[in-house]
Nanobody, 123 residues
């Protein structure tokens, strides 16, 4: 069974950077497309970024394009999200998720989830 664990969240001022990491255990990540989702209080969970099984295809929600970068290291069984130029609107709990599809941009295709890590951006 695949298990995912996020790290790297925290409190940062607007304009700052954070790097989120997702470590997997139980299965090798090269069998999964991966995504980072976020959920802010009172809002629906949204897909922030996704990456295909071997990293050849990526997706970003419009609000983070040019600021966030998703990457993966299948040899280390990890996925990362580099977040630059952070804005208060980026404040949310960020979740790492895995999909057994080759690539996924819909939450319904993701069937393994981490517990989430809080990112708070102060103005």
């Amino acid at each position: 069974q695949l298990q995912l664990g996020e790290s790297g969240g925290g409190l940062v001022q607007a304009g700052g950077s954070l790097r989120l990491s997702c470590a997997a255990s139980g299965r090798t990540l090269d069998n999964y497309a991966m995504g980072w989702f976020r959920q802010a209080p009172g809002k629906e969970r949204e897909l922030v970024a996704a990456i295909s099984r071997f990293g050849g295809t990526t997706y970003y929600v419009d609000s983070v394009k040019g600021r966030f970068s998703i990457s993966r290291d299948n040899a280390k069984n990890t996925v990362s999200l580099q977040m630059n130029s952070l804005e208060p609107a980026d404040t949310a709990v960020y979740y790492c998720a895995a999909s057994s599809s080759v690539f996924g941009t819909r939450a319904t295709t993701y069937n393994s989830w981490g517990q989430g890590t809080q990112v708070t951006v102060s103005s």
